[in-house]
DNA sequence: CTGGACCTTCCCCTGCAGGGGAAGGTCAAC
DNA sequence: GTTGACCTTCCCCTGCAGGGGAAGGTCCAG
């Protein structure tokens, strides 16, 4: 299977499948005499695997290191449950972080300024 | 007031400052005659509400577009109420899809998965 | 008059995940 | 045999907010 057909039958771009390949996530499995990476149909679902990664928000890290453990022949499922986790954790801090951050806004918004008493000297009193 | 003395007295740096030069945030008020930038007293004021914005998470376009209108005459009270309003927006956007997140990676985690029926293969049931 | 602290511009680098486009090679159909 | 779709590598660009460091100029104290 060559590129474009590989990134019609994934939903992706050959510039990402290429892109993937440099970055050691989805090698052809040969080359055509031409040059053209030639895929085969484990490439599909090790692309969709990626594109599940990324729709749960792992880096291309993280899903590399999973599919280096499988490469090894390992079931990478233990390693899968611990970056799971801590992407849990990762998401928990930044929900967290941006909750924070709403409720700083939200203070600053309601003190309730006369915009008619501003003054340019101060820039604004809002923040 | 030169460069670094602004940069202590708003704890920042002065590569930051020259970033915010070049960016039209905080020019100085004038160069000596070595090129030295030159800032006035105001500039401390200028630079700390920077600051501020970039701890309630605005862009330095946003904080532009305050200090634009502000430079104009105007008071920026009313601008800034509706940069505020949209940062909330977008901060509730964001909380929102980061939770939704959390949930998918939640229920991809409590799918009780034994890992020794996992199979190299599928990659990783777990995703 | 010299040393060290400070300043200048200039250019590249960071992280992350690719996108844009050029220059050139290849393949299949007509 | 040529047209058009596809492929290759290569290099730079994106957004965001600066950071690193080089090469050179300046200012002030001792």
Redesign the pocket.
Known sequence: M????LAAATGT????L??YDAAGLVHPSTR??????DYDTHAIDRVRFILRG?TVGL???QIREILDLRDTGAAPCDHVQRTLDQQLTALEQQIAELTALRETINSLRRRNVESSTCQPETICRYL
Not at 32 to 37: M, V
């Open positions: 060559r590129i474009g057909e771009t050959t510039k990402t290429r892109f055509s005499g031409a040059g053209y990476r990324r880096t291309l890290a």
